[in-house]
């Protein structure tokens, strides 16, 4: 296990600022942080898989997709796509509906039932985080929003999905 609380006697790099080292801290985080978010997904009433969560927030972040976008937002399969909205369907989360102007189109969008379970499962996450923010100092806070929001800018300009080389 690493850790993010400053330099150690064991570091050989000397400054704690070597990315690959500082990678590896915030790979833990982010488990821990997906394991808190899993928990919370899991105390919801309805019980939803990765894609089918995955599914859900992309279409309450747009209007209405057809199965064509959904697809390639969720980075799947047309028939993996196809799958999953027949199962979102009959749990009464989405709903097909041709397209007004272009016959051969089927539109998807929430029920009010998705948005409910949407709503319900980001309310669940951010309590739980606000619980683990909420023992944090409030230096802590701001020194990670201000390393979060860093973070997501220098990720807009970098690739990515990584080549096999890349990783190596």
Known sequence: MTHLVGPRADDAQGPDDDPEAIA??????????A??????????ALRLSLHQLRALRALGAASELNLTALAERLDIGLPTASRLCDRLEAAGL?????????RREVRLSLTAHGLDALRGIAARRARALALALGAMEPEERVALSRGMKAFLA?????PTRSSDADLR
């Open 35 to 44: 394991h808190l978010w899993s928990l919370a997904t899991q105390e919801a």
């Open 24 to 33: 590896r801290e915030i790979a833990d985080a982010v488990e821990s942080l």
């Open 154 to 158: 220098a990720q807009e300009v970098v």
């Open 94 to 102: 989405l709903e097909r509906a041709l397209h007004p102007h272009k």
